[in-house]
């Protein structure tokens, strides 16, 4: 997997200012490779420590994908105290359906493919932008 070196400093920047709270948003890209992100509110009761997608946002970049437009390859979000790797709130949440889910956590950014027996670490390089 590949991602463009500003799309990684964004993410930094995302996570960083939504703290204390979780930032997340929706990852878009194709042949392999994440193009452009886009920041979503989180809607979560419990922000701090959880993280929804705006709905109306998800539900308008399926509608867009599905017209022609970017290709949704996963998710983003981040864990303010805690480790960029999956947690057990994010286990029992994920759908096992393939999408790539980046986690960013004490200053670092690791990717996750979901799949149905649970999350798989994925390497990657960055890329010029």
Known sequence: MKIKADLVETL???ASNAQPNECCG?????NETITHIQPTQNVHPAP???????????IAAHKAEREG???IVGYYHSHPKGPP????????????DGKIWAIIGRGEIRFWLDQPDGFKPL??????P
């Open 85 to 96: 790797e999956p947690s057990r709130t994010d286990q029992a949440s994920a759908a096992g």
């Open 69 to 71: 437009g970017p290709k």
């Open 26 to 30: 929706i990852l878009f890209g194709e």
């Open 12 to 14: 930094g920047i995302e």
């Open 48 to 58: 701090a420590t959880h993280f929804e997608i705006e709905p109306a946002a998800l």
């Open 123 to 128: 390497s990657y390089s960055v890329t010029d």
